[in-house]
């Protein structure tokens, strides 16, 4: 079975800058997916950026980046020149890619606010 | 092109009904899954559907069954509601293996 932790509850950063949410996960699994999920007030679950495990360059999407650690087993989500449209509650989230089934397991979410 | 739509947006039921929420995919999706969301934490996967077949089972009740129709759209039934039972219920789509698109939610409160 998978983990995911994210051990920052809340965070909050000044418009326009650069904030780190941090994530580490346990698997046996070597083939897998790696997600980052905005949720904000409205309730829809948004793909932020999506890693695979046998890529080793950091995945980039814009204003968020991935730094990637496989070996740690550590997958943290770097938002630049962050804007007050970013607030949401993060979930970090695994995804195995072998077998038949492709269930999320998410961790339990970090509160981002930015303040104006 | 339609996202993921979910119905209804809220319910209320009261301890021992039972209810169904309805859920359909995006267009060209063929895999619907379902997950509870408690608030202040992270969902969790109930199950998934491919094929009108139940394909993954997560820590969950048999009170929570669900349904996939020819057409991909899915529906979660919960029996016997307890006051836990109360949370956002979470439809995603997928297709093959690529990343799982969410709807709104349904939101259902148990009094």
């Known amino acids: 079975a998978q983990t995911v932790t994210q051990s920052q509850p809340e965070m909050s950063v000044q418009e326009a800058e650069t904030v780190t949410l941090s994530c580490t996960y346990d698997?046996?699994?070597?083939?897998?997916?790696l997600f980052w999920y905005k949720q904000p007030p409205s309730r829809q679950m948004i793909l932020v950026i999506r890693q695979e495990a046998y890529k080793q360059q950091n995945a980039t999407e814009n204003r968020f980046s991935v730094n990637f650690q496989k070996a740690a087993k550590s997958f943290s989500l770097k938002i630049s020149d962050s804007q007050l449209g970013d607030t949401a509650m993060y979930f970090c989230a695994f995804m195995n890619r072998s077998g038949s089934a492709r269930q999320l397991t998410f961790g339990s979410g970090t509160q981002l606010t930015v303040l104006p | 092109d339609a996202g993921v739509t979910q119905s209804p947006t809220h319910l209320i039921k009261t301890r021992g009904q039972q209810v169904t929420l309805r859920c359909s995919p995006k267009s060209g999706h063929d895999t619907v899954s379902w997950y509870q969301q408690a608030l202040g934490q992270g969902p969790q996967f109930i199950f998934q559907y491919y094929e009108e077949e139940e394909r993954q089972r997560g820590n969950f009740p048999d009170r929570f069954s669900g349904h996939q129709y020819p057409n991909y759209s899915s529906e979660l039934n919960v029996n016997a509601l307890l006051l836990g039972d109360s949370a956002l219920y979470l439809c995603?789509?997928?297709?093959?293996?690529?990343?799982?698109?969410f709807g709104d939610g349904t939101r259902l409160s148990i009094l």
């Open positions: 995603a789509s997928s297709l093959a293996g690529q990343p799982q698109h």
């Open positions: 698997t046996s699994e070597n083939n897998y997916y």
